[in-house]
C-alpha cells in the first residue's frame, strides 16, 4: 500500500531553492522510502561499504546533475567538509543533496558547523490522519503512525513496537553516543510512558533508577533528539499569577506508549485512568506534525498557573496565537469553554480552540469546538 507523504511536496519546494535538504525524523518513520522516490543515487552510511562506494564514485557524483540521498549521514562526520565543498564550488546549484538522520542533534551539530547557509531542515514523522484518508482516528490513536507499526497493518501492533524499544535501547541509542545500559534505559522508558503529559520531575524519576537528576535529563535530551519524547515547554509571561514553569513530558508516538503501558486493543485503551493524557498527547502531535507538513514549523508552549487556570497547547501561526484545550469526551459542555477562554484571556490568545470527540463542529471567527479532524483540515486547507 502506497501512500503519499504530505511532506514530499515540501521537500521538493525546498529542494529547488537550496543545494541541500536535511531530512529528520524517527527510525522507521518513513525517511527512505520517500528519499528513494526521489532518486535512485541512494548511499546508506551506516554500512561501511557504502561509505567506501561513495567515496570511489564522489567525483563523478558530484559532477551529474542528479540527487544524492545520504541516510544516516550524521554517523559519517567526514562527509561534511566535502559536502561544503561540493556545495561551494557551485553555490548557485541547487537540490544536488538530501541527507536523512534519527538523531537531531548530531545532525543538526554537523550542519551548523558546515554547511550553515546551504541547507534547508525539513522533519518527517510518522503517519498523520491527513495522510490516512479512511482511516479510523481510533485505529491511529491506539497504534501510533509508524508505517510498520500496525496501522496499516492490524497484526504488527503491539509486538512491532516493544522490537522498535528493545533495537532502540540496544543497538542504536548505544551507537548514537548514549552511554546508559540497556536494561536501565528500557526501566526510563517505562518511566516516562507512566508519567506521559504529566511535569517534568527529573529527581522524582531519578530516584526511582538510582540516577541523578543530571544524568536522566542527559539521557531525556537524548530521547527528544532521536524523535521520540517531546518535552513542551511553558508559557512565560508577565502575568500577576504564579505559573507553572516546569515542562511537560509527552512520548510523540502513541503507539509506543501505549505498547510500554500493556495495551493490547482500544477497550483496553478506554479504561485506563490515563486516558485522557494519552488523548491529550495524541492530539498535540497530531496538529504540530500537521503543520510542519506544510512548512509552517510552531514552536509549541503549554500554560498553567498555580491556581489552577490551563491551555494544553500554545502556538502561533499566521501571526495568530492560538490556545488549544483538548477534551475527551463527545459532548463538551460551556463550563469547558469558560475554563478555556478564561486561560485564553491571560495569554490574550487570538484563536480559542476545544479539541474533543465532537461530531457537531462550531467555527466561528475566534472560538472553534470541533473534533481533531475537523481541526487539521482548517491548517491544511488551501
Not at 529547488?16 to 543515487?41: E, N
Not at 497530531?286 to 509549541?300: E, S, Y
Request: charged share 20%; with cysteine; glycine share 6%.
Amino acid at each position: 500500500m502506497i501512500i503519499l507523504r504530505k511532506v514530499k511536496k515540501l521537500v521538493q519546494q525546498r529542494l529547488k531553492s537550496y543545494p541541500a535538504v536535511a531530512l529528520v525524523g524517527p527510525r522507521q518513520s518513513g525517511k527512505t522510502t520517500l528519499a528513494r522516490s526521489l532518486t535512485s543515487d541512494y548511499f546508506d552510511l551506516e554500512q561501511e561499504p557504502e561509505r567506501l562506494r561513495l567515496d570511489v564514485q564522489w567525483p563523478s557524483l558530484i559532477r551529474t546533475r542528479r540527487l544524492i540521498v545520504l541516510d544516516e549521514a550524521q554517523s559519517w562526520p567526514e562527509l561534511f567538509p566535502r559536502l561544503r565543498g561540493a556545495i561551494d564550488a557551485e553555490r548557485q546549484k541547487s537540490g544536488r543533496f538530501l541527507l536523512l538522520g534519527s538523531v537531531s542533534p548530531a545532525l543538526t551539530k554537523h550542519v551548523s558547523e558546515s554547511l550553515a547557509g546551504r541547507l534547508s531542515l525539513v522533519e518527517l514523522n510518522p503517519f498523520t490522519l491527513t495522510e490516512l484518508s479512511g482511516t479510523p482516528l481510533a485505529k491511529l490513536w491506539l497504534r501510533g503512525g509508524f508505517p510498520d507499526g500496525g496501522v496499516l497493518k492490524a497484526g504488527r501492533y503491539p509486538q512491532w513496537q516493544k522490537d522498535y524499544i528493545d533495537l532502540m535501547t540496544q543497538r542504536d541509542l548505544p551507537n548514537w553516543g548514549l552511554s546508559a545500559k540497556p536494561q536501565v534505559m528500557q526501566r526510563l522508558l517505562k518511566m516516562l510512558a507512566a508519567v506521559h503529559g504529566q511535569l517534568w520531575n527529573a529527581s522524582q524519576i531519578g530516584q526511582s533508577l538510582g540516577l541523578s537528576y543530571h544524568t536522566v535529563n542527559n539521557y531525556v535530551y537524548f530521547l527528544e533528539g532521536a524523535f521520540l519524547i517531546r518535552k513542551l515547554q511553558p508559557w512565560f509571561a508577565n502575568l500577576k499569577k504564579r505559573l507553572v514553569r516546569s515542562s511537560k513530558c509527552y512520548w510523540r508516538d502513541t503507539g509506543i506508549l501505549h505498547s510500554l503501558l500493556g495495551v493490547q486493543d482500544y477497550e483496553t485503551l478506554l479504561n485506563q485512568p490515563w486516558v485522557g493524557a494519552s488523548w491529550e498527547g495524541f492530539v498535540i502531535e497530531q496538529i504540530l506534525n500537521t503543520l510542519n507538513t506544510i512548512g509552517q514549523p510552531a514552536d509549541p508552549w503549554f500554560f498553567r498557573t498555580a491556581d489552577g487556570a490551563e491551555i494544553d497547547l500554545l502556538f502561533r501561526y499566521k501571526n495568530k496565537l492560538w490556545a488549544i484545550e483538548v477534551k475527551l469526551t463527545s459532548n463538551p459542555s460551556i463550563q469547558d469553554f469558560d475554563g478555556l477562554n478564561h486561560a485564553a484571556d491571560l495569554v490574550r490568545a487570538d484563536k480559542r480552540v476545544l479539541v474533543s470527540q465532537t461530531t457537531q463542529s462550531v467555527i466561528g471567527k475566534e472560538q472553534i469546538s470541533c473534533s481533531l479532524p475537523e481541526l487539521l483540515r482548517i491548517f491544511v486547507k488551501p
